[in-house]
């Protein structure tokens, strides 16, 4: 399943939004999540205003180390290719990869995040007019342990911060 919000600016901003999209996939069965990309990207298709920004976030179960984003078979590439097509012209970017590059990032062991794998993600669909972009300022990987509870979730969050024109 996915949630989708369209948040406005202000109040009574019809056409001053973004729309979010968040999702956790299947963890076991690898050969399901080629299947539920598709699903997504359609239901993002059809749901997006591709003249917005949009961000996909979530528990995506998709290795995104340096290794498979250089290879063009992998399922990340296969992910970002499904939810980039959803888009059309803008395409789709890991902010991660946009503002660490090669850095780790793990978000699967709560003791460290350079260690682990990086498979939640902060993924970002700006429209072809560069005055309705979202830019991408900070991104870090928390693992907010807590000393009752140790680790709040079985994965480290990943936060992100945004610029959006117009707004202070």
């Known amino acids: 399943g996915a ?13 001053d939004f973004i729309d979010v999209f968040v999702t956790h996939l299947e963890a076991r069965a690898d050969e399901l999540r080629p299947l539920q990309y598709a699903e997504l990207a359609e239901f993002i298709k059809a749901k997006s205003a591709p003249g917005k920004p949009m961000l996909l976030l979530g528990d995506l179960n998709t290795a995104g180390m340096t290794a498979e984003r250089a290879n063009p078979e992998s399922q990340y ?3 970002m290719k499904a939810f980039g097509d959803a888009r059309g012209e803008g395409g ?14 793990g978000t699967t062991n709560q003791d460290s995040i350079e260690t682990g794998k990086r498979i939640d993600y902060i993924l970002l669909a700006n429209p072809t007019t ?23 979730s079985d994965h480290n969050a990943v936060v992100a911060e945004f610029n959006w024109p117009g707004t202070h």
């Open 77 to 79: 590439s296969v992910m």
């Open 130 to 152: 560069p005055s309705a972009h979202l830019q991408p300022v900070s991104i870090e990987v928390r693992t907010y342990q807590d000393p009752k509870v140790t680790a709040l």
């Open 92 to 105: 789709i970017t890991d902010v991660w990869v946009t503002l660490k590059g090669d850095v780790l990032g």
């Open 3 to 15: 949630i989708w919000a369209r948040i406005a600016r202000s109040a009574g901003a019809q056409d």
